[in-house]
T-cell receptor
Framework: DTAVSQTPKYLVTQMGNDKSIKCEQN?????MYWYKQDSKKFLKIMFS???????INETVPNRFSPKSPDKAHLNLHINSLELGDSAVYFC???????????FGPGTRLTVL | GNSVTQMEGPVTLSEEAFLTINCTYT??????LFWYVQYPGEGLQLLLK?????DKGSNKGFEATYRKETTSFHLEKGSVQVSDSAVYFC????????????FGTGTSLTVIP
């Protein structure tokens, strides 16, 4: 069974569109994260949720909004997509903030 | 502030060569240190970790020692294999910042037969 899964794996879309990336973990973890990895492999945390509460909200544009319908899911919604949003987005989860993070396989977003 | 600096890649080695990937850090508190590995097309996986000074993390033949005096956590392996080809990320976690992770920029390793 996949511990942390993301859909879709690839997403190609036009500038200005709104899109969502879904993330699910079946590990029973309390904390989930979203990371952005740019073309140079630089990895930056965007958000984290602990028990449905936003804990860390880095200085990302407010076009990005995390949505957690329950503890096992943390979806990423992006409004008005821009060229610079093209990247690989990784979801991760951990039992709590002090434990190892388990990463999903990533979603490669390409904005044309 | 808190940050991680890794050696620039890409690194290309022949099979069975010795590997060192340098990592140094700056931290305002007492960090835990990690190495993550990202195989092609996959997410990051924890490779090893060390939670206090002088601890040595080890896994799959890789080792790294937490050196507080030099603020370093260099990754080493005595004999690399083609299957070790991946991107390696050094990271730190600071407990007094909500346990936020800070990742290095990643070092790409290619091992050739």
């Amino acid at each position: 069974d996949t511990a942390v899964s993301q859909t879709p794996k690839y997403l190609v879309t036009q500038m200005g569109n709104d899109k969502s990336i879904k993330c699910e973990q079946n590990l029973g973890h309390d904390t989930m994260y979203w990371y952005k990895q740019d073309s140079k492999k630089f990895l930056k945390i965007m958000f984290s949720y602990n028990n449905k509460e936003l804990i860390i909200n880095e200085t990302v544009p407010n076009r990005f909004s995390p949505k957690s319908p329950d503890k096992a899911h943390l979806n990423l919604h992006i409004n008005s997509l821009e060229l610079g949003d093209s990247a690989v987005y990784f979801c991760a989860s951990s039992q709590d903030f002090s434990n190892e993070q388990f990463f999903g396989p990533g979603t490669r977003l390409t904005v044309l | 502030g808190n940050s991680v600096t890794q050696m620039e890649g890409p690194v290309t080695l022949s099979e069975e060569a010795f590997l060192t990937i340098n990592c140094t850090y700056t931290a305002t508190g007492y960090p835990s240190l990690f190495w993550y590995v990202q195989y092609p097309g996959e997410g990051l996986q924890l490779l090893l970790k060390a939670t206090k000074a002088d601890d040595k993390g080890s896994n799959k033949g890789f080792e790294a020692t937490y050196r507080k005096e030099t603020t370093s956590f260099h990754l080493e392996k005595g004999s690399v294999q083609v299957s070790d080809s991946a991107v390696y990320f050094c990271a730190l976690r600071i407990s007094n910042t909500g346990n936020q992770f800070y990742f290095g920029t990643g070092t790409s390793l290619t091992v050739i037969p």
